[in-house]
């Protein structure tokens, strides 16, 4: 079965940039999209098709997918921005999630 | 507005059933696919099954088959899932939420808040 992997946590300071890495065999050959997910909250889609953003997402935050490695990056990360992220592909009719990253805002 | 309200959720002893229902509005139910996804306390994501809009096509992960069921009444704007032989593994949030799914670009972008099942004796 396929698998995606992430770096369990990121550390970032208030107002610089966190990146959030998602590793899977071939992933650029998919696409990937990204839920964020605050404590005691649902997920909230911030990144589909490797790089759109829907509706209502701020513009800091930005996707890319290549190679193995989907990329989600929060350019001048604000304290609201600490959360998990959770990557997201389709492959073989089923919807893989990522382990999951927790983004700490320090 | 956009809403999923899951139901149905609660504690339920090893080996037994529980269905849970997703009360969809604010948007053409009948136009959209629709997950079922849970999440184990403390724990990631885990995908548990999608239906088509139409129900044509059902999929469900590995760890469910052939024990849960997902079903939708596009009359009733209504989304179910029959929970059978439910296992302590099962324990978790589970969420409903609209999809899209098209030429393998799939995701969820509306989430209910999510109803939780407890499998314990």
């Known amino acids: 079965s396929y698998e995606l992997t992430q770096p369990p946590s990121v550390s970032v300071s208030p107002g610089q940039t966190a990146s959030i890495t998602c590793s899977g065999d071939?992933?650029?050959?998919?696409?990937a999209c990204w839920y964020q997910q605050k404590p005691g909250q649902s997920p909230v889609l911030v990144i589909y098709?490797?790089?759109k953003r829907p509706s209502g997402i701020p513009e800091r935050f930005s996707g890319s997918n290549s190679g193995n490695t989907a990329t989600l990056t929060i350019s001048g990360t604000q304290a609201m921005d600490e959360a998990d992220y959770y990557c997201q592909a389709w492959d073989s009719s089923t919807y893989v999630f990522g382990p999951g990253t927790k983004v700490t805002v320090l | 507005e956009v809403q999923l309200v899951e139901s149905g959720g609660g504690l339920v002893q090893p080996g037994g059933s529980l269905r849970l229902s997703c009360a969809a509005s604010g948007f053409t139910f009948s136009s959209y696919s629709i997950n079922w996804v849970r999440q184990a306390p403390g724990k990631g994501l885990e995908w548990v099954s999608y239906i088509s809009s139409s129900s044509s096509t059902i999929y469900y992960a590995d760890s469910v088959k052939g024990r849960f069921t997902i079903s939708r009444d596009n009359a009733k704007n209504s989304l179910y899932l029959q929970m059978n032989s439910l296992r302590a593994e099962d324990t978790a949030v589970y969420y409903c939420?609209?999809?899209?799914?098209?030429?393998?670009?799939?995701?969820?972008?509306?989430w209910g808040q999510g109803t939780l099942v407890t499998v314990s004796s």
């Open positions: 071939k992933l650029g050959d998919k696409f």
């Open positions: 098709q490797d790089s």
């Open positions: 939420a609209r999809g899209y799914c098209g030429g393998g670009n799939c995701y969820s972008d509306y």
